[in-house]
């Protein structure tokens, strides 16, 4: 069974960091196209980030300069860099794996297996 786990949410101030995990189990993401979405509230989720095996990155202009994705294959888990956050960027965080389609991107009908979520909280 195919299982992601998500943590290092949390209440942050505005400016300041967080780093996401995303742990996978049961599929190995080594050749894999993997992502990161977010879902505000009142508003449908975004892709924001998708790190393609070997490097190759795509952001969503929201968070582009501010958010890093990376990979370890060897531990099969995905990362979330958040700096400089906003309020803006408050909302309910996801990673995804398992990609539907050829080459990597950040549309949501891409993935197949989804994580439960991790909340972050940005005050001003």
């Known amino acids: 069974q195919v299982q992601l786990v998500e943590s290092g949410g949390g209440s942050v101030q505005a400016g300041e960091s967080l780093r996401l995990s995303c742990v996978v189990s049961?599929?190995?993401?080594?050749?894999?196209?993997v992502g990161w979405f977010r879902q505000v509230a009142g508003k449908e989720r975004e892709g924001i980030a998708a790190?393609?095996?070997?490097?190759?990155?795509e952001y969503a202009d929201s968070v582009k300069g501010r958010f890093a994705v990376s990979r370890d294959d060897v531990k099969n888990t995905i990362y979330l860099e958040l700096n400089n956050l906003k309020p803006e960027d408050t909302g309910m965080y996801y990673c995804?794996?398992?990609?539907?389609?050829?080459?990597?991107?950040?549309?949501?009908?891409?993935?197949?297996?989804w994580g439960q979520g991790t909340q972050v909280n940005v005050s001003s």
């Open positions: 995804a794996a398992r990609s539907k389609w050829s080459g990597c991107g950040i549309q949501g009908g891409r993935f197949v297996t």
């Open positions: 049961g599929y190995s993401i080594g050749s894999e196209c």
């Open positions: 790190a393609s095996p070997g490097g190759p990155t």
